[in-house]
């Protein structure tokens, strides 16, 4: 069955970096577009990023662009996002999801001084 399982999230200080990661399992990761999205509280589920199969197609949602970085490692069948520059609004639950239909459980990023 798909797995999905995020970690990297946490605490940090506003205008600081963390590194997202998401381990898949159950799928054959490497022919699989993937995306982040995060959900804040009282707010919708909201895409933050896209990346295609080979890692060479990339897109945003505008209020991370130049500060978040997606990217995979097939290999390890493995998908990260790189967060820099943090804000308090990127406080949320990030979660990473396949097919449009599968869920990991979810990373609390937490941005407060």
């Known amino acids: 069955q798909v797995q999905l399982v995020e970690s990297g999230g946490g605490l940090v200080q506003p205008g600081g970096s963390l590194r997202l990661s998401c381990e898949a399992s159950g799928f054959a990761f490497s022919s699989s577009p993937m995306s982040w999205y995060r959900q804040a509280p009282g707010k919708e589920r909201e895409l933050v990023a896209t990346?295609?199969?080979?890692?060479?197609?990339?897109t945003y949602v505008d209020s991370v662009k130049g500060r978040f970085t997606i990217s995979r490692d097939n290999a390890k069948n493995t998908m990260y996002l790189q967060m820099s520059n943090l804000k308090h609004e990127d406080t949320a639950v990030y979660y990473c999801?396949?097919?449009?239909?599968?869920w990991g459980q979810g990373t609390q990023v937490t941005v407060s001084s």
């Open positions: 999801n396949v097919f449009s239909v599968y």
């Open positions: 990346i295609g199969r080979r890692g060479m197609s990339r």
